[in-house]
């Protein structure tokens, strides 16, 4: 891949997955890896899975320099090793080969440049996958174990979904493929049904912190940080670096107790305009969304005990008291869902689409 072009496995603004020292909140994941390898039970196809950001590619690298390195545990001349107890790798040749991306066992399926080579493809393409077949001939030399990363799964198209599954099928001695994957519904029942699925979970307060200062980012905000990111490290390293704490204020305090701020909703949409302005806009989006479904689940379960902005809980208490009010901000979610889905794929005003969006919600407020 060209080296003017992002790496799309990478975060902007966070060290690339496998720099992770650590990997937080995961404790129950690596158990079950060293468990499976400690009993001979390691599968050849492992299916990574939860909501982005929360760790998966970090454990996928994990595992790969764990298996690079890890010794047979099927005894010899004198007797089975004691089995690991952890997948941190040792310092060595190894390692740096793993830290620049070059092991020479180690292939990354990912999306590469176009045809034209000015940008980073929309998928993961057939010619991607089909690179496995020179990589596991050369790599085969010296009869090591192989690893191949898939990050992420479910950008792959159907040809290369196709192509992988061969690989699966009938995959090469002394090999592991990891499959990262975000939603794992939108990959062939077949893929799915070949690999042993581990399921990662989201992060709590303390994890949080702990993996955000791994990051080197610092913040005060770890609570409200942890709530408004779901547990996800990648999108609360989103929020700190776009400062998305204080945009989800400024969507709350849209609507006091006198309703809607017409004006200042005016001013939100003006600063959405614009290409300067895409991701912050993109953003607004993403936090509209989380605001919907944390007024749905208030009218199911109440007011959320930590606040993602000063005032939240006393707003969604106000506009979500019952299971009645939870339908109707689930119903305009979806239909907000769409609309800004369509809205982004023929370039609507950025601004049109947050007034309109702002106005929708008011007329659902009750």
């Known amino acids: 891949m060209s080296e003017d072009l992002p790496d799309p496995t990478a975060l902007p603004g966070a060290p690339h997955p496998r720099e992770a020292a650590r990997l937080y909140g995961q404790e129950a994941a690596e158990a079950e890896v060293l468990s499976a390898f400690a009993s001979g039970r390691m599968h050849s196809g492992w299916l990574l899975t939860g909501p982005r950001g929360i760790g998966k590619a970090t454990l996928a690298w ?26 941190d790798m040792a310092d060595g040749t190894d390692r740096a080969q793993l830290m620049a991306g070059a092991h020479p066992r180690l292939f990354h399926v990912r999306r590469t440049a176009t045809e034209k080579g000015d940008r980073i493809s929309a998928d993961i393409r057939a010619e991607d996958v089909r ?32 192509a992988l599954l061969k690989e699966l099928e ?3 001695a002394r090999c592991t493929i990891l499959l990262v994957c975000h939603q794992p ?27 955000l200062a791994q990051a080197g980012i610092e913040t005060d905000e770890g609570p409200a940080i942890a ?52 991701d912050r806009y993109a ?26 902005a000063p005032g939240e809980a006393r707003l969604l208490a106000r506009l979500s008291p019952h299971d009645g009010a939870a339908r109707a901000w689930a ?8 609309r800004s889905r369509h809205a982004r794929a023929v370039n609507l005003d950025p601004a049109g689409v947050i007034l309109d969006t702002g106005l929708r919600i008011a007329e659902t407020a009750p």
């Open 185 to 211: 519904a939108r990959l062939l029942p077949t893929i799915r049904s070949r690999c042993r699925e581990l399921r990662l979970t989201p992060l709590g307060p303390d994890e949080m912190a702990a993996a």
């Open 227 to 278: 709530e408004l990111s779901g547990g996800s490290v990648g999108e609360a390293v989103r929020l700190v670096r776009m400062d998305g704490l204080k945009l989800y204020a400024d969507l709350i305090g849209l609507f006091g107790e006198r309703g809607l701020d017409r004006s200042r909703l005016a001013a939100l949409a003006e600063g959405m305009s614009g290409v300067k302005n895409a």
């Open 62 to 87: 994990r595992m790969a320099g764990f298996l690079l390195t890890a010794p047979d545990m099927d005894g010899g001349l004198f007797g089975a090793p004691e089995p690991p107890s952890t997948l």
């Open 283 to 308: 953003l607004a989006l993403d936090l509209i969304d989380r605001f919907l479904a944390r007024a749905a689940r208030a009218g199911l379960v109440g007011p959320p005990q930590v606040q993602a």
């Open 170 to 172: 009938e995959p090469p």
């Open 331 to 338: 119903a305009l979610a979806q239909t907000l869902t769409d």
């Open 131 to 162: 690179r496995l077949k020179g990589f596991f001939h050369l790599s085969a030399a010296d009869g090591g174990r192989r690893v191949v990363i898939v990050d992420s799964a479910d950008e792959m198209n159907p040809t290369a979904a196709n």
